[in-house]
Nanobody
Framework: QVQLVESGGGLVQAGDSLRLSCAAS????????MAWFRQAPGKERECVAT????????YYTDSVKGRFTISKDNAKNTVYLQMNSLKPEDTAVYYC???????????????????WGQGTQVTVSS
């Protein structure tokens, strides 16, 4: 059974930094990619960043490019999201997701991911 557990969320001020962690357990050896999604109140869930676990290829949504960095530690089965220069519009629940099957390219759509974490709240005050 696969489990994804997020940590690292919290309340920060605009301009601050946070690092989210997603620890995976279970049959993680077959994972192709992991990603961070976020959902703000009244908005659809969006893919923030994705990383493929072998090649390390990445995807970032435009609004976080240059501020957020996704990285992985395969030995620890953990993916990180380093978030710098946080803005109030980054406020959301952040979810970790994993895709277990191979994929052509870097997946970013919700339906391409098989496993989800419970989410961690990130609140950025102005």
């Amino acid at each position: 059974q696969v489990q994804l557990v997020e940590s690292g969320g919290g309340l920060v001020q605009a301009g601050d930094s946070l690092r989210l962690s997603c620890a995976a357990s279970g049959r993680t050896s077959s994972f192709y990619a992991m990603a961070w999604f976020r959902q703000a109140p009244g908005k659809e869930r969006e893919c923030v960043a994705t990383i493929t676990l072998r090649a390390g290829s990445t995807y970032y949504t435009d609004s976080v490019k240059g501020r957020f960095t996704i990285s992985k530690d395969n030995a620890k089965n953990t993916v990180y999201l380093q978030m710098n220069s946080l803005k109030p519009e980054d406020t959301a629940v952040y979810y970790c997701a994993a895709r277990s099957k191979s994929y052509f390219g870097v997946p970013r759509a919700q339906q391409t991911f098989d496993y989800w974490g419970q989410g961690t709240q990130v609140t950025v005050s102005s």
